[in-house]
């Protein structure tokens, strides 16, 4: 059993299916009390990751060490971890007292102390009046409740949450976000949570780690994964829905011009850019403004606009034929004529490159 | 008004003109089974002499014929017991993915087909007095002379191992699969081992399966019959119960206490049902799924 940690580290963890890697080479040292998001589209290796965690999946490759210790020889009763599954994985036949109480009963605490801390968990996640019913009995948002209040009844060293609110509805999402966070808050308690949605993982993490294809792509806090992604991969997966191929023209004091289909546009290069480089220009919607039509400056024609309450989303198309999407608070017709601009800080130029 | 509305309700019963669908179906049951069923009833209350109750007094009188209940028990409630008992840990071990599954499940699904008498057959020779078994067992010389296994109590149990094994394997393995793998990994990482995650979790949501499952091998152990004569001891200790129906019908003509035993027969499958069913009924037999998927 692993009472507390100081720190969790993972070593080059691998693990590969049938030859296949799905995950490669993750190196990652979760510190007390942390909030670590997983991240990345479905099939990237982020639930597999958790799975070696758990001790669900015996890895291929690497070791996870509990500081000095080393864990990832023990089975998954042995490691003394919370899980969150998607599922919920609620035992169908027993109460949701039962449920709850499980882990406390498995390690044999005395009885007074299981029903104090049972009670504790469910005041925690607001089920009292549920205590004597059957899961089947609950609905959706409380059984995640129930799964949450088992997972952290036992205090373990680390909560490990595998995409815990995929299954609710919009509303209730939003709530039970909150409601994680709150739980975070008040117990302190390391977690790791997967996530292939990029708003839940900014809204709760204190780090992201943002996987593709089972590597890492990019580690880091909320804000910088989000304003500076290290990679085309990473701006897709964060919002830059406009992702366009360009190619560099000149390069000066943090500044590169790209020019294609038409346009000349000024952004900030990440990563190594020379002129000439075929070049991947990202921007997210929001920061594409509608300005004057300027002579030579960047146009498009407006084709659809979606309200969205506060905003509009507007699609439009460029005389040479790419798609842009913006967000704005005017609301132009379809079949207007709009100017584009951008800040150039806003305006990130990756090398087109395969990888990087 | 009202009958457009009659006809609302009742098809919202599930009453309408497709009920008709089932008319074919109805008619075959009713007469190639419930009508010969209340005939044999009917029958076992008419015998030839000793009034309405006769057939059964006999039955009951007779030593020779009412020790076939404890006989035919006494071989079918412990070969449905092991039947299911050796098929959990074999169906656990066989449920995920892995190279041979298949061949595994043909082989041990394949007395199925094999059918009684085949079975019967190879048990004789190869558990004979001078079968493999009994050769084997001599000559590194555990035994001196043959272990008998044929003709007696155990040469039938054996038999009824062999084919209502696969019939129980193939049941509880497919409610084994019906519970949700995640819960006993859910299960794991609060802190269960292997033993506490069966006896906690998968037993209590498989128990359900398991009662279905040994009722419907025992039922088909209780009415064992080529076995008994051909692997057993037919005269003696493995007289079972439709052997003395057999006798009764084709040896001595006599319809009536044939029927009787078979009615006898049908209520001692019943009581052992319903008790099993009603155990069966305080265990819990909801959903075994662990919540949305």
Known sequence: ?356 | MSRVSLRHRLAERGIDRNLLLLLPAAVFVLTLFIYPFFYGVGLSFQPKRGGPLGAYREFFTDAYLRDTVWTTLRLSLPAALLNVLASVPIALRMRGRFRGRRLVTTILVVPITLGTVLTAQGLLNFLGPTGWFNRILMSVRIVDTPVSLTHNYWGVFLSLVITGFPFAFLLVLSYLSGIDPTLERAAATLGAGRWQRFRRITLPLLAPGLATTFCLTFVLAFSVFPSAVLVGDPSGTTRVISIAAYDAAYVKYDYALASAVAVVMGVVELVVIATVLGGRSLLYTGSTSGGKG
């Open chain 1, 1 to 356: 059993m692993t009472a507390s940690f100081e720190e969790l580290r993972l070593e080059g963890v691998s693990r590969s299916f049938s030859g296949n890697a799905a995950l490669a080479d993750l190196d990652l040292t979760i510190r007390r009390g942390e909030f670590i998001a997983l991240l990345g589209p479905s099939g990237c290796g982020k639930s597999t990751a958790l799975n070696c965690l758990a001790g669900l999946l015996p890895l291929t490759g690497g070791r996870i060490w509990c500081d000095d210790t080393r864990l990832d020889t023990l089975p998954p009763e042995k490691r003394g971890f919370g899980m969150v599954f998607q599922n919920y994985a609620l035992f169908p036949h027993l109460s949701v007292w039962r449920n709850i109480a499980f882990g406390l009963q498995m390690r044999r605490l005395p009885r007074a102390e299981i029903r104090k801390r049972v009670d504790d968990a469910v005041h925690l996640v607001r089920l009292k009046e549920h205590v004597a019913k059957l899961p089947g009995q609950l609905s959706g948002g409380q059984q995640q409740r129930v799964a949450i209040a088992r997972a952290v009844v036992l205090e373990p060293s680390l909560v490990l949450m595998d995409e815990p609110l995929s299954n609710l509805d919009a509303k209730l999402r939003l709530e039970m976000r909150t409601e994680i966070r709150r739980l975070h808050q008040t117990l302190g308690l390391t977690t790791v949570y997967v996530t292939h949605d990029q708003e839940e993982a900014l809204s709760l993490a204190d780090r992201l780690v943002v996987l593709r294809d089972g590597k890492v792509q990019q580690i880091g806090p909320p804000e910088e994964v989000h304003t500076r992604p290290v990679n085309k991969y990473v701006a897709d997966f964060m919002g830059y829905r406009n992702l366009v191929l360009m190619q560099a023209s000149t390069v000066e004091g943090g500044r590169v011009t790209v020019t294609g289909h038409g346009l000349t546009l000024v952004g900030t290069p990440v990563g190594d850019i020379e002129p000439g480089d075929a070049v991947v220009v990202g921007v997210r919607p929001e920061d594409l403004r509608i300005g004057d039509v300027v002579e030579d400056g960047p146009a498009a024609v407006v084709e659809v606009v979606e309200y969205q309450g506060r905003e509009v989303a507007v699609e439009a198309r460029t005389a040479s034929g790419i798609e842009l999407h913006l967000r704005t608070d005017r609301r132009p017709a379809p079949g207007d004529r709009i100017g584009i601009a951008v800040d150039p800080r806003r305006l990130l130029v990756f090398p087109a490159g395969p990888d990087s």
